[in-house]
């Protein structure tokens, strides 16, 4: 969902030499590091205790996974458009 709208995944720069760079690697802890925090927030702000029970009944809830992908979308959205690193141009910099 991230990486659809902040850079071309499959555009022919990104090749499996500079995915090893640290550059590369670097640039993907960006989106991760979004993703797992846009994801915390939005599973705390959909759970709740009564409704779901146990937290191991709330990750195979359909209820609840329906909730946090209508969330995420809605999060993900809200990103400003720099926010993250076009990681074709962070491929193009690589030597």
């Not at 659809?4 to 555009?11: G, V």
């Not at 759970?47 to 996974?65: A, C």
Request: net charge positive; proline share 3%.
């Amino acid at each position: 969902m991230m990486l659809d709208k902040y850079t071309n995944i499959k555009a022919p720069q990104i090749t499996l030499k500079k995915m090893q760079s640290t550059e590369f690697m670097s640039a993907l802890r960006k989106y991760v590091a979004k993703a797992t925090d846009r994801y915390y927030d939005a599973a705390v702000d959909t759970y709740d205790r009564e409704e779901y029970g146990s937290y191991k009944s709330t990750l195979r809830s359909s209820k609840f996974l329906t909730k946090m992908d209508g969330k995420l979308k809605a999060r993900v959205a809200r990103l400003k458009p720099k926010e993250l690193p076009d990681l074709v141009s962070v491929c193009k910099s690589i030597k």
